[in-house]
């Protein structure tokens, strides 16, 4: 049986000057299954959730490659019956809660939009779904909550109501593009762990964009390494923590601070590691470039 | 399904405003009441044909009561006007307000006409723009924007007058009505009426002869809408929660307006407010050139003639308009931003 979600090859480029952003990049995800994309910025992991949720920027050109989702060839399909299979089947949770909601719409509707518009729910039916929602991400009170607007809630519980949203239609697949990075350390390990605890709840494909390996080896089950838009390690979690077989990961791993030693721990990625995986990638689109 | 919140908002603006209301029209006041009194041409001079004595003149200067100090004319005048007595016009000999109330609903159902033309005009090409950016589309609504932004106008109504009035008259070039018509109106809102009454006869007659200048003042509105909100919407289609909408399978149109419309109009609100007074005051050289009875025609008829009452009284009336229309853009405000509330 092949993966829920499975991205073959995809290469895009920055239109005008042509420059790849994403190089060749393949990777699986199993229903069910929680995947970390792991890189610093810039190396494209957000990237790769935008392409497949269909929200490249317009500068942005899928130049070659494929992404199926539950088995559709998205690159390949309608602009609108993408559009809506996405909806139905996939979800977002963003980065920043504190952006990410409508400053000029009600709490509920934004969590059941899609089931209305998209899905055809009747109206009830969508708001019992939103309370029962907003109990799932804990939230206290949610009769009152679902009638407020975004700039009257705190940002760790826009965090929990976007959430709710991306679960709404029962997706079967979401990214999350580091859903903690604009909270605060405490709200973060509850975010964190609430992801968790859904995800495991709806069994719910999870594509965890991060540049923490820490989060990583709490959430995911595997990993796929971005260096420079290109995936130099693909790995269970447990045998990468054991040995990360690609020389950047190991740098990588041993640059993430450890709460035992953080002033010893605090090593910048050893610049001959950065060398060797550059050269990797320029050998990576000579060939590319020669193939066209 | 206005919330008890809101209501009470409103209400805060309405009270908050009425002070700095006053304190802005007495101000309009006396300013007005001192630059016609101090710029040459003296109305009683108008009047008296040639050769009229020295003593005819301080007689009807006294009976205007002209020969007084400045000061002691404005507090006699604005006595008068706490009691809703604005003078008697030099000119015709009758109320100042009146004639002013007489021609007030004219110029504002001309305004407000042109005001819902440059809206619709404007929202349409702003949302154009913004649905096909990036294309030749958006290149032309550019133009278009430019066109409309660098023609004042009064040169519109000269071109519409050439156009449609005299090359291909499909439009009345002069005037409120046609004045054949038997006219059943009580009000001086003949639009508003003719609706009320059925007379739809008369409300296309109406229609016919406020299309062109009212189309006229519309147009710079109608650019610096569409450029102004064109600009906003652009910058709302790349914020998170538009980007987030699209992933949850809404189209391109349903994203212009389910999403970013509402948080883009709000810079272009205060824009109108600002831009509705400048239409108003356009309506006096533009009833001028249509021959439409309104304020602004009046206004110039009385300068014309140095009716300082009557002069004062329009001034103070269009202050009014202007102090109105920007309370009830703060209102509209609050209305449409949940952030206002609740402060």
């Known amino acids: 049986m092949s993966a829920f979600l499975e991205i073959e090859g995809l290469s895009a480029v920055l239109a005008g000057t042509g420059a790849r952003l994403l190089r060749s990049v393949s990777l699986a995800v199993d229903t069910g299954e929680v995947r970390g994309l792991v890189g610093e910025s810039g190396a494209g992991k957000s990237m790769i959730g935008k392409a497949v949720l269909g929200i490249l920027p317009k500068a942005v050109r899928v130049a070659e490659g494929a992404i199926r989702l539950d088995g559709h060839d998205l690159l390949a399909m309608r602009p609108a019956d993408r559009r809506r299979l996405i909806g139905s089947v996939a979800a977002l949770i963003p980065q920043d809660p504190l952006t990410a909601l409508n400053p000029s719409k009600r709490i509920g509707p934004q969590i059941t939009d899609r089931l209305v518009d998209i899905l055809g729910w009747g109206k009830a039916d969508a708001q019992a779904r939103a309370l029962e929602l907003l109990g799932e991400v804990h939230i206290e009170d949610p009769e009152r909550v679902i009638g407020r607007y975004p700039h009257e809630l705190s940002g760790g519980m826009r965090q929990r109501i976007l959430i709710a949203s991306a679960f709404a239609a029962e997706p079967r697949l979401i990214i999350a593009d580091e859903p903690t990075t604009a909270l605060d350390v405490t709200v973060q390990k509850q975010i964190l762990k609430l992801i968790g605890e859904m995800q495991a709840h709806h069994g719910t494909a999870l594509v965890f964009v991060t540049h923490d390996l820490g989060v990583v080896s709490k959430v995911c089950q595997s990993l796929s390494v971005l260096y420079a838009g290109k995936v130099v390690e693909d790995a269970r979690v447990a045998d990468f923590f054991a040995a990360p077989r690609h020389a950047y990961s190991r740098a990588l791993l041993a640059a993430t601070p450890k709460y035992t030693d953080p002033a010893a721990s605090l090593q910048p990625v050893d610049p001959s590691v950065i060398e060797a995986v550059t050269a990797e990638v320029a050998v990576a689109d000579r060939e590319w470039i020669h193939g066209r | ?343």
């Open chain 2, 1 to 343: 399904m206005l919330s008890g919140s809101l209501s009470v908002l409103l209400l805060r603006i309405v009270l908050g405003r009425l002070a700095t209301m006053a304190i802005t029209l007495f101000g309009v006041a006396v300013i007005v009441f001192v630059v016609i009194r101090v710029v040459p041409g003296n109305p009683v001079a108008m009047m008296l044909p040639p050769g009229a004595t020295e003593a005819d003149i301080a007689r009807l200067n006294a009976l205007y009561g002209l020969d007084k100090s400045i000061p002691e004319q404005f507090v006699i005048w604005l006595g008068g006007v706490v009691q809703g007595d604005f003078g008697t016009s030099i000119s015709t000999r009758q109320p100042v307000l009146d004639l002013v109330l007489g021609r007030l609903p004219a110029t504002l159902e001309l305004s407000i006409f042109a005001l819902v033309l440059a809206v619709i005009i404007g929202g349409v090409m702003a949302l154009t723009g913004t649905r096909f950016r990036g294309t030749r589309t958006e290149g032309a609504v550019d133009v278009a924007n430019g066109v409309g932004l660098s023609v004042p106008d009064f040169l519109w109504g000269l071109v519409f007058i050439l156009l449609f009035g005299v090359l291909w008259p499909i439009f009345h070039i002069s005037g409120r009505i046609s004045p054949a018509l038997d006219l059943p109106f009580v009000t001086q809102f003949y639009v508003f009426e003719s609706i009320v009454r059925l007379r739809f006869d008369l409300w296309w007659d109406l229609l016919t002869h406020m299309f062109m200048p009212a189309l006229a003042l519309a147009i710079p509105l109608a650019a610096i809408i569409s450029q102004l909100l064109k600009q906003s919407l652009k910058e709302t289609m790349h914020l998170d929660y538009v980007v987030l909408a699209r992933t949850k399978g809404y189209g391109e149109n349903r994203v212009i307006v389910g999403e970013a419309l509402r948080n883009a109009v709000l810079p272009t609100l205060t824009l109108i407010g600002v831009q509705f007074t400048f239409l108003i005051g356009g309506t006096v050289i533009i009833e001028r050139l249509f021959s439409y009875e309104g304020l602004g025609n009046m206004a110039i008829d009385a300068v014309i003639n140095r009716d300082l009452p009557l002069i004062q009284g329009i001034v103070i009336v269009f202050a009014l308009i202007f102090t109105v229309v920007n309370l009830i853009v703060d209102m509209l405000y609050a209305v449409l931003n949940p952030r206002l509330r609740h402060a």
